[in-house]
Structure formats: structure tokens, C-alpha cells
């Protein structure tokens, strides 16, 4: 996962180069201040897309691939504050469905949506960089809309098809891309489709100290543990097996979007290595959440919640090093 646009720079890769790492997930988020103004939306999406296109020659010099990831849509959600969904089922709820994207229920922002895919795709067709086109970031959708989270990525993927016929495009799942949603997910009716799940469970761990100020004062006491409290690898298998199950009824290329852990959560590096085993045992595709994005999540930092500096070295960042290694094999 990159920084946003208006942050990432050319040594980032080189950095991500020397790493062995082959795969970026480039977020179109962060810098607008207003999704809902589509003249200024369609600025600043030009300049995200301008800096993507700054950073091509690094990128295959490097050689690491690009998925466009459509992180901040046209028009926004409904609400977008307070802990993220990713935190576990009591932090959705918070939401009811006001998680929702606005072009869910409004026709101008769901065309906005389309048209934006359309540009996407005729500005990057035939590009080997770029590995494919994820749709929309963690949908949610609890209640009724007039355009489904399903049907809008549809109408999207029919519209880059129409453009052009052999990009893979990436959907997510409902439920902030969540694996329980892949018991209710069916197949598009469209080739070159891979299925994207974020991998944040137990949200309680994954999430612990994010928006609570208190926490690093309490540290360690505060903190939850792993290995522990009934959560170890096979846990984690059963969390994952809707997914496992989507995949082999239906033949389907996963990708895991986002999978990652904040940098003081006990075990980190565990849980990280447990989670890249799984996806590897399994053969899907994935990405850390994330590279030089925010420091809680960063595997450059340490362990200790009251020090936001960076580190030589760390667990985690040794966990996603051994990984890539495989990548040069």
C-alpha cells in the first residue's frame, strides 16, 4: 500500500525495489477537500494520476507493478470519521449505514464513478506497469440502495471493458471488504476478475491504539496480546475460510488488498508472519498495510507507541523481507 499521491516520491520505490517487494496497491486518497465537488474531484484525480505516470519509469525499472486503487470515489461516503470499519464488527456498527457511499443512492456520482473508470482506462491501456484496476475501496452497504455495492462495481468493470477487454479489475467485498462478506459474494459475469478481502481480524488487535490517546500512557498494560485469548493461526484460518470457500467453488483469484497490524500491538511480527503463511499456503496474492502511509502501521518504526521515530530494523519489517525474498527466486 503507497503513501497517497501527493506524498509518495521516486526513492519510496527505490526503497520497495531493494526490499524485492513486485506489487504497489496505489491509493486515490487524501489531499481533496471536498469529494462532492465534482469539478475540483476531476482536478485532483488528474493530478494523482499525473504523479503515477511520474513514477512509471522507476516502477519498471524496479520492477514492481501498479494496482490503481480507487481509495476516495466521487462524491465520498456518507460519513467518513471515527474508527474504521476494519477495527471489528463493534466499530462498523458505530456506522449503521452511513458508511455507505453517496453514489450509492445519488445517479450524479455514480455516473461521475463510471466516468472516472472510463478515463482511467483509456489513459493507461496497454501500460505493463499497471497489474489492475481495483474498483472501490471497502464498500458498506447494511440496508437498502438505489445502485448495490455489487452493481456499482459492475457497471464500473462493464464500463473499462468497453474500453479495454483484458486489464484485470479488482472487486471487493462488502462490509469494509471483509472475509465474512465472501459467504454472500457471487462472481461478476466478466473475465480477468480477481476477488479482493482485507485482513484486520480480530479488528480489537489489529486496530488497538488507533483514536485512543490514553493508550500509549497505559502501555503495556493497555495493550492485547498474540498468540493469545483464543487467537493463533487457526483462528485465523477459520476467519479466512469464507474466502477459502469462495475460491474454490467458483475457481476465483484472490488478492488480499490490505493486511496489517499496528506497529505496538504484542506479537505483531507473529500475526504478520501467521497471516503471509496462510495467503501463501492458499496462493493468493497480497499487499502490507502500509509502506510510509502513517506510522502506526509503518514496519520502519518501533514497537513502542510513545516513539514515532523511525528505526534500522524491526520484526515486522524482517517478517515482509523474508517474504519478498521469494519474489527474486
Request: net charge neutral; glycine share 8%.
Amino acid at each position: 500500500m503507497s503513501p497517497p499521491p501527493n506524498r509518495i516520491r521516486a526513492e519510496d520505490i527505490r526503497e520497495l525495489g531493494r526490499w524485492n517487494a513486485n506489487l504497489l496497491r496505489y491509493q486515490i486518497v487524501d489531499g481533496i477537500r471536498n469529494l462532492r465537488d465534482l469539478n475540483e474531484y476531476d482536478r485532483w484525480l488528474d493530478g494523482c494520476l499525473d504523479k503515477l505516470e511520474e513514477l512509471l519509469p522507476v516502477l519498471e525499472t524496479c520492477r514492481i507493478q501498479v494496482i490503481i486503487d480507487m481509495h476516495a470515489p466521487p462524491g465520498g461516503r456518507y460519513r467518513n470519521h471515527g474508527l474504521l470499519g476494519t477495527a471489528g464488527e463493534a466499530a462498523a456498527r458505530l456506522y449503521g449505514n452511513d458508511a455507505r457511499f453517496v453514489m450509492m443512492d445519488d445517479e450524479k456520482y455514480r455516473n461521475a464513478f463510471l466516468e472516472t473508470w472510463k478515463k482511467i482506462a483509456a489513459r493507461f491501456r496497454g501500460c505493463p506497469v499497471i497489474y489492475g484496476y481495483d474498483l472501490v475501496n471497502e464498500p458498506d452497504q447494511r440496508g437498502p440502495a438505489k445502485f448495490s455495492y455489487r452493481q456499482l462495481q459492475l457497471d464500473a468493470a462493464q464500463a473499462i471493458r468497453e474500453i479495454d477487454p483484458e486489464m484485470p479489475i479488482i472487486m471487493e467485498s462488502n462490509f469494509w471488504c471483509s472475509p465474512d462478506a465472501f459467504q454472500s459474494l457471487t462472481p461478476l459475469p466478466l473475465k480477468n476478475i480477481i476477488y479482493q478481502v482485507h485482513m484486520y481480524s480480530p479488528g480489537e488487535y489489529t486496530h488497538q491504539g488507533v483514536g485512543a490517546p490514553d493508550y500509549a500512557k497505559r502501555y503495556p498494560a493497555s495493550a492485547r496480546k498474540y498468540p493469545g485469548g483464543g487467537q493463533d493461526r487457526e483462528q485465523l484460518r477459520k476467519i479466512l475460510q469464507p474466502v477459502r470457500d469462495f475460491q474454490q467453488k467458483y475457481g476465483a483469484r484472490i488478492l488480499v488488498g490490505e493486511c496489517g497490524v499496528t506497529r505496538w500491538a504484542p506479537g505483531a511480527e507473529k500475526y504478520l508472519q501467521d497471516c503471509i503463511s496462510l495467503f501463501e499456503e492458499y496462493g493468493w496474492d497480497w499487499c502490507y498495510h502500509a509502506f510510509r502511509e502513517w506510522h502506526g502501521w509503518s514496519v520502519e518504526h518501533s514497537d513502542d507507541p510513545r516513539n514515532s521515530s523511525p528505526v534500522p530494523h524491526t520484526l515486522r519489517k524482517q517478517v515482509l523481507l523474508d517474504a519478498f525474498r521469494k519474489n527474486r527466486l
